[in-house]
Structures are given as C-alpha cells and as structure tokens.
C-alpha cells in the first residue's frame, strides 16, 4: 500500500508570497492532519480535516488555512509568507483520526527569503 | 506546564545496551499514545502505540503505559547504533477535541 505523498517536496519563497502545499493520504484513510515542524517549537498541530470539514485547528494565525477534497487529498495554502514561516510541513493520514495512529509523508521543506 | 513532556537529552547509550525514554502529559482523560521516531532530514515515523495500562512489546520496543501517573516510556532492547535518532512521544489529548500533541522529542545517541 503507497505511503503518504506530499508534494513539493521543496519550497522557495519570498515575503508577501503565497504558497500551495499538497497532501495524498494512505488509501482509505480519511483523516489528515497538518504540522510544522521548526527547530525552536517543534512539531505544532495546524489542523485536522476529515471528510471534508475541518474538525480542528492549532493556534496558528488566519494566513494558514487548508481543505480536503472529496478523495481525501488535502491541500493547505499560506498567504503572505513571512521570514517565520520557513519550516518543514508534514501531513499525517490517518483512518479515522481521532484517536487512531497516525503516519506521516515525507514533508515539505519551505523556505521564505 | 506542558501537554506533553520529555527530556530532550542527548541520551547516550553503549551498543546492546537498553534506552529508556519517557515521556509525561499533563491531560488526564487522553486515550491514545504514541511513539515516533524522526533521523536528521526525515519525517516522523511511527514505532509503536499504546492505549491501555500495562506493557506492549513490539520486537525490541516495549511501551509501558501508567495512565494514573501520567507517564508514559519507551524500552529499546539491544541498542544498535541504527537507533541512533530523535524519539517523540504523542498524546492524543480529548481537550478542545481530538488533536494529537507531540513533545519536543529525545536525541538518542547509540554508541557502537
């Protein structure tokens, strides 16, 4: 069964851009969860989608938003991009979510100049 | 006080020996618990989950669980240099709704 898939796998921004990441979960899983991961703060949780609808949200501002289609695929979009925002961006697929594990894709490394 | 805690070392431990990560979260009612395990570069890959009390072994990894004490461990048997990585521990907390929390994370240096 194919992993998690995330694509770009690389990113390079200026300030002011805005950035599209995409998310393909594991077949059947219906979950997906977003994350940024810097060396300061580590793993932080953005949001949690599931059967289109966002279930729930980190504390992260409105310039970070995303949405699931109907096949799971999950895309998350960030508007203008600050130094900040440089990062590695995981998704994770999960069956459910909720309490269930979950597995992540190789990530997104961005890098805003 | 953190949601979730962990000492983020570096732990440093000679090949063959056992590691022993640990890890403590701060919501009581939290119902699932995880273990990853990230190298340099790479994204975080799941080792093991737990959801009751007790031990759950998975070849060399065994989980330990102690929900009334909040605590949660990570065993590795026969540490091979190959273990050498950044462990996180993840709890999936019921506050606000099901999200999944992840500590800083553990540096584990396997010396051969």
């Known amino acids: 069964k194919a992993g998690v898939t995330q694509t770009p796998r690389y990113l390079i921004k200026t300030r002011g851009q805005q950035v599209t990441l995409s998310c393909s979960p594991i077949s059947g899983h219906r979950s997906v969860s977003w994350y940024q991961q810097t060396p300061g703060q580590g793993l932080q949780f953005l949001f949690e989608?599931?059967?289109?609808?966002?279930?729930n949200k980190g504390n992260f501002p409105g310039r970070f938003s995303g949405r699931q289609f109907s096949n799971s695929r999950s895309e998350m979009n960030v508007s203008t991009l600050e130094l900040g925002d440089s990062a590695l961006y995981l998704c994770?697929?999960?069956?459910?979510?909720?309490?269930?594990?979950?597995?992540f894709g190789p990530g997104t490394r961005l890098t805003v100049t | 006080q953190k949601e979730v805690e962990q000492n983020s070392g570096p732990l440093s431990v000679p090949e063959g020996a056992i590691a022993s990560l640990n890890c403590t979260y701060s919501?009581?009612?939290?119902?699932?618990f995880f273990w990853y395990r990230q190298y340099s570069g790479k994204s975080p890959e799941l080792i093991m989950f737990i959801y009751s009390n007790g031990d759950k072994e998975d070849g060399r990894f065994t989980a330990q669980l102690n929900k009334a004490s909040q605590y949660v461990s990570l065993l590795i048997r026969d540490s091979q240099p190959s273990d050498s990585a950044t462990y996180l521990c993840?709890?999936?907390?019921?506050?606000?709704?099901?999200?999944?929390?992840f500590g800083a994370g553990t540096r584990l240096f396997v010396k051969a």
């Open positions: 919501d009581r009612g939290s119902q699932s």
């Open positions: 993840a709890v999936n907390l019921l506050t606000g709704g099901f999200k999944t929390i």
């Open positions: 989608y599931f059967s289109e609808t966002q279930r």
């Open positions: 994770a697929s999960s069956l459910t979510g909720g309490s269930n594990e979950q597995y």
